[in-house]
């Protein structure tokens, strides 16, 4: 099946600092969602962003799908972005998430 | 904003005990989805259910896992005879036709 690798795996910022996580995948998909896993376990959607640039906020994404990897910037970070932020892809009708990045935000 | 619903947000149960995790999908998606995540692992895959049958499935989801969308609101995902393993949050999730997936807020599992 599909590999999908994350990176950092741990991540600590002091606040207002900027981050770049990165999502790589071994094969061709259909579409690709990052997700922010709150510490009460809820999963939010960022993006879905199978290919080009989108932004919302301090939050962008930007895929290159022939190339096979994803970017989530953050920028300005609150205390509020810490959690677990997952890439996951898809591949027809079967998704696959990444390990995720965990991200601790300090004031 | 249409959401996902999923009830319970916490069930417990006696290890070889049946139990019935339920969801409600946005109204009008049409691809409906079960996942789980082990305390503190990633998010896998179990099924995908489009027009009332299963589309995909992993190796997870064997023969004491079934899906079933008995109405045409709810969405069912039923363990027949739960293992101490089985205790993970379950997620529901939906999509419609511009793709992206939508999360439930989850059931989280515990078998004693």
């Known amino acids: 099946g599909i590999q999908v690798e994350q990176s950092p795996p741990d991540l600590i910022l002091q606040e207002g600092a900027n981050s770049t996580l990165r999502c790589n995948f071994s094969d061709s998909v259909n579409n690709l969602q990052w997700f922010h896993q709150n510490p009460w376990g809820q999963l939010i959607n960022l993006f879905y962003i199978p290919s080009g640039t989108k932004q919302n906020g301090r939050l962008s994404a930007t895929t290159v799908a022939t190339e096979r990897y994803s970017l989530l910037y953050i920028s300005s970070s609150q205390t509020t972005d810490s959690g677990v932020y997952f890439c996951a892809v898809a591949r027809y009708q079967k998704v696959t998430f990444g390990i995720g990045t965990k991200l601790q935000v300090i004031p | 904003e249409p959401e996902v619903t999923q009830t319970p947000s916490h069930q417990v149960t006696q290890m070889g005990q049946e139990v019935i995790l339920r969801c409600v999908p946005i109204s009008n998606h049409l691809y409906f989805y079960w996942y789980r995540q082990i305390l503190g692992q990633k998010v896998e895959f179990l099924v995908s259910?489009?027009?009332?049958?299963?589309?995909?499935k992993s190796e997870i989801f064997d023969d004491q896992f079934s899906v079933e969308r008995p109405d045409g609101s709810n969405f069912t995902l039923k363990i027949r005879s739960t293992k101490l393993e089985d205790s993970a949050m379950y997620f529901c999730?939906?999509?419609?036709?511009?793709?992206?997936?939508?999360f439930g807020s989850g059931t989280q599992l515990s078998v004693l």
């Open positions: 259910f489009y027009n009332n049958e299963i589309s995909e």
């Open positions: 999730a939906s999509s419609g036709t511009g793709g992206g997936l939508f």
